[in-house]
């Protein structure tokens, strides 16, 4: 798996998933407790800091897999979620893998049926949220 110190998040981000995540009554216990460590394994920077190259909650991904096929998907928080429409949830196997990485980064996706799906990270458009705080508890 993918070295969590090479994960950056900005601290609008990392204060609203942290509330999302105090909330544990409404996601799976599973899924909390992998991004509860890789939010503590994170470094937090400011919301200018962040580069633009980094995956952030709102922002569209264009990553690739081993055999080169490509998908774009929208980082989103759970409530957001519409795989149909390609927002993934932070909580999901991908999102998971992909928030804080850069562009050119190999993630593994870990998926439910314990394989292990590396991904690299091709492009990274953002489109923060104003009140991300609010998103993530709608």
Do not use: N, W
């Not at 798996?1 to 995540?21: C, E, F």
């Not at 909650?57 to 759970?78: C, E, K, M, Q």
């Not at 409530?79 to 998971?96: I, K, M, T």
């Amino acid at each position: 798996m993918s070295d969590p110190r090479d994960v950056l998040i900005h601290a609008g981000d990392a204060h609203a998933l942290a509330l999302m995540l105090g909330d544990r009554a409404r996601i799976e216990d599973d899924a909390a407790a992998a991004l509860a460590a890789t939010l503590a394994g994170a470094r937090i920077v400011g919301v200018d800091d962040l580069p633009a190259d980094v995956v952030a909650i709102g922002a569209s991904v264009d990553y690739a897999d081993a055999d080169g096929r490509r998908r774009t998907v929208t980082l989103a928080f759970p409530a957001q979620a519409d795989a149909g429409a390609g927002r993934v949830s932070v909580l999901s196997p991908v999102g998971r893998a992909l928030l804080g990485r850069r562009v050119g980064a190999v993630a593994t996706v870990l998926l439910p049926d314990g394989r292990r799906l590396p991904v690299r990270i091709v492009d990274v458009r953002q489109r923060r949220a104003k009140d991300a705080e609010a998103l993530a508890l709608v």
